[in-house]
Structures are given as structure tokens and as C-alpha cells.
């Protein structure tokens, strides 16, 4: 009889503890644990080197990478990106496409490099004056910003991650960039550009866990004015590089050849 009464308890519990937690009473209760717990454990504040500089990567024994996620450039208040009409074609024809070079394994120049699998990472090198950002998926290579206050050189080569030279106002690291090539996308949205591309990218550490980007594009050879674009990153910790060999783990095999049957190799141009 006792075992009875046992089971009969039991089951009781498990049907009043759902039903308490259901009733409007339970829902407040269990919103304001949450809200506690979320409360609990609000982002650091932006790290800072000793002479004051903002710290874009991990603090000393610690560890993380940056994430920008799978977005695209988002103009602000609602704005529009200007293409000129051969451009708005190329996006039209991309987005139907979708023969991104990044697949292949090309790196990824501007924007689009903060898109990438598994992040990047920033190693700041004050006694060499320079910044150097980090891949870890796609190619697994590296970009860098000058903080010597050098010029642009006149006889720049293109390249994918062209010349950089950067510097800070205030809390935010500015990025001035020329010298790219045509064989990358600028961003996940298809936005094409051509040599006579000049961005400047700006860095601001907003707290810990938390990098806003802003990128303006003077392209006028693709947008008939110039225009800004952003999105967030988000610091991922405990996460570091990794050896990743691209050609070895590419997962998106549709991306290569697109809407068509096969890729013409005979083309030099960038899709």
C-alpha cells in the first residue's frame, strides 16, 4: 500500500510542476530566473593595450576568433546600393549563379573576408607597426595593414587584399585600402567591383564581445557614388587556428558550377 502511495506522489509532481510552470504565475516565475540569469553575466568592456590602444584580439592567456556569420552589407537607414547598370547585371547574374570564387579557394579581399568559415583573427605588432588579420577556413591566408603611416605606393600590382594602411581615431581602427584586384567578391550579397576600387574599413571594438564593421566603397567604375555598408562580428571564445586545407573540405560543390552543367574554363573572367 505504502508503494502505492509512492507512485501516486510522483506522478503528481510530474503533472503539477509542468502545469505550475504553465499557468501565468510559472511563465513570470521562470522569466524572471531568466532574466537573472541573462543579467548575470553582461559583455566585458572593450580590452585596451597598456598604452591605451583598443585590443582587437584575445587578452594574454586567453583565446578566440572573430565570426561575421553569413550576412551581407547592409546600408544604412534603408539606403541603396548604386550600382551602375553592367554592375546591377553581374549581382543579378550571381545571384542566379552563384559561382563565387571563394568555393574555389580564392581568398577573399575587403568585407567579404570577415565572411569566412571559422573566422579570423587580428595580431597586433606594435614594435613592427603593422596588423596582421587571419583566415582560418577559405584559403587560410592573411592580410596586412600598415600602421606606419607609409603612402599608397603608385605602382601597386592588384591583389586580392590589395594595400592597406591604417591608423586610429579614437577607439576605432580606420582602414584605408587600394590596389585590388577583380577576382574576389566584395561581400556574400555579389557586390562586383573593378581596379579602380577604394575602401575605407572601420573597426570598432563596441565591448568585448561585440565588433561593429563599417566599409565605405568609391568604386567608379561599378556604383555611379560612393556608398557604406556594415554588419556586426561577433567574438566566439575558446576558439583558436586550426590547420585547414581548403581544397581537402569544401562542402559546397553546388557553388562551383552554379545553375549550369559545367563551368567554361575557357573564360578569364571572374564570375
Not at 15 to 35: K, T
Not at 67 to 82: E, R
Not at 154 to 162: A, C, I, R, T
Request: proline residues 9%; hydrophobic residues 35%; aromatic residues 12%.
Amino acid at each position: 500500500m505504502r508503494h502505492r502511495w509512492i507512485i501516486v506522489f510522483i506522478t503528481s509532481i510530474v503533472v503539477f510542476v509542468p502545469m505550475m510552470l504553465a499557468s501565468p504565475q510559472g511563465q513570470q516565475e521562470q522569466g524572471q530566473r531568466g532574466q537573472g540569469q541573462r543579467a548575470a553575466a553582461p559583455a566585458k568592456p572593450t580590452p585596451h593595450w597598456p598604452d591605451g590602444r583598443v585590443n582587437l584580439g584575445s587578452q594574454l592567456g586567453d583565446k578566440g576568433l572573430w565570426i561575421g556569420g553569413i550576412v551581407t552589407l547592409t546600408v544604412p537607414n534603408g539606403g541603396q546600393i548604386p550600382y551602375q547598370p553592367w554592375a546591377r547585371a553581374v549581382v543579378d547574374y550571381r545571384r542566379q549563379n552563384e559561382f563565387e570564387p571563394h568555393t574555389r579557394c580564392k581568398p577573399s579581399g575587403g568585407p567579404r573576408q570577415f565572411l569566412t568559415p571559422y573566422g579570423v583573427e587580428f595580431v597586433d605588432m606594435p614594435e613592427m607597426k603593422r596588423i596582421y588579420i587571419f583566415d582560418v577556413g577559405g584559403p587560410h591566408t592573411y592580410r596586412i595593414i600598415y600602421m606606419d603611416g607609409r603612402p599608397h605606393p603608385k605602382d601597386l600590382v592588384p591583389s586580392y587584399y590589395g594595400h592597406n594602411v591604417g591608423h586610429w581615431e579614437g577607439e576605432t581602427l580606420v582602414v584605408d585600402s587600394v590596389g585590388y584586384n577583380e577576382k574576389f567578391w566584395v561581400d556574400r550579397g555579389r557586390a562586383p567591383h573593378t581596379e579602380q576600387l577604394h575602401m575605407v574599413e572601420r573597426f570598432t571594438r563596441t565591448d568585448f564581445n561585440n565588433l561593429k564593421y563599417q566599409v565605405t566603397i568609391d568604386d567608379p567604375g561599378a556604383y555611379t557614388a560612393p556608398w557604406t555598408g556594415e554588419f556586426p562580428i561577433r567574438w566566439v571564445a575558446e576558439d583558436e587556428m586550426f590547420e585547414y586545407i581548403c581544397q581537402d573540405n569544401n562542402f559546397a560543390p553546388e557553388l562551383m558550377i552554379g545553375a549550369e552543367k559545367e563551368i567554361n574554363r575557357r573564360s578569364q573572367i571572374v564570375p
